[in-house]
């Protein structure tokens, strides 16, 4: 899988747990991580946590990217988290079934009923309509908690490791991607700008409350407090100001602008 497969609670020390190791590579976790992940967790480990790991669980699943599947065995009983949904003993193994649900039809022990959704993954129901595959989002760009009567950690996926993992990617595809953090837009810097940068340059700060004393007291530059944080928000938004102090971004910058030689009078002043 090349998005990495993590057991966690129970699961990570169960004898079942090891099926899932060999066959798709699935390693142990103590915490879920900040990256994209499949999180594979006994659905009664989680029934029976308390209700603030459960929150937290789900909570994990709020960024794109992030898959949380529980797995048999189930508790019989009602889960209210993150929507009403039950686990319900059946008495005969359910026909139909797609890939790596067809592979183990016969070892179902149970169906889903409830508010979950059923997603559009192979396998997801079977062909009297039972439900074996539920899913719930917390926003629309949100990563994905599933629930799946397929006991994913049975031998039998040793020899099709293959259509597990495909149908793993299929719920991985739902929950979306990580999207990277974007650079802001650059802006056209305006003579403000430049004159409030040469200003930073002219001394040193030690914080905003500082600068700000010298920008009013300054005979030279004129900026009201308002303008100025402004000024002091865009030239961070820009990686040119880091803190109050102007980054060798806005050095290079004022250098190479009409304003380079106001910048090196105000240095060459006596302080």
């Known amino acids: 899988m090349i998005v990495p497969v993590l057991l966690h609670g129970a699961l990570a020390t169960h004898r079942r747990g090891k099926v899932l190791q060999e066959a798709l590579s699935a390693s142990p976790a103590q915490e879920p991580p900040d990256g994209r992940a499949i999180v594979v967790v006994f659905g009664d480990s989680f029934q029976a946590?308390?209700?603030?790991?459960?929150?937290?669980?789900?909570?994990?699943?709020?960024?794109?990217?992030?898959?949380?599947?529980?797995?048999?065995?189930?508790?019989?009983?009602?889960?209210?988290?993150?929507?009403?949904?039950?686990?319900?003993?059946?008495?005969?193994?359910?026909?139909?079934?797609?890939?790596?649900?067809?592979?183990?039809?016969?070892?179902?022990?149970?169906?889903?009923?409830?508010?979950?959704?059923?997603?559009?993954?192979?396998?997801?129901?079977?062909?009297?309509l039972s439900v074996c595959v539920g899913a719930y989002r917390l926003h629309p760009a949100a990563g994905l908690f599933a629930v799946t009567c397929l006991p994913l950690w049975s031998l039998a996926v040793l020899d099709n490791s293959r259509e597990a993992e495909a149908w793993l990617a299929c719920l991985v595809d739902l929950a979306g991607n990580v999207r990277s953090a974007q650079a802001p837009e650059p802006i056209a810097l305006q003579p403000d700008h430049y004159g409030f940068l040469v200003f930073l340059l002219s001394q040193s700060f030690d914080n905003e409350d500082q600068m700000f004393v010298g920008l009013l007291s300054s005979p030279i530059f004129r900026f009201s407090v308002e303008r100025g944080r402004s000024l002091l928000a865009e030239l961070r938004q820009q990686g040119l100001v880091e803190g109050v102090a102007p980054t060798p971004q806005a050095h290079a910058v004022v250098t190479q602008s009409p304003y380079a030689p106001y910048a090196s009078a105000f240095r060459e002043v006596p302080r």
């Open 49 to 128: 946590a308390a209700p603030e790991e459960q929150a937290l669980m789900i909570e994990w699943t709020r960024s794109a990217g992030h898959l949380l599947l529980l797995v048999p065995p189930f508790a019989t009983t009602p889960c209210e988290r993150p929507v009403l949904w039950h686990a319900e003993r059946i008495e005969s193994a359910p026909r139909g079934g797609e890939g790596v649900a067809k592979v183990l039809a016969t070892e179902v022990a149970y169906r889903l009923t409830g508010n979950l959704q059923t997603p559009s993954v192979a396998g997801a129901t079977w062909s009297d």
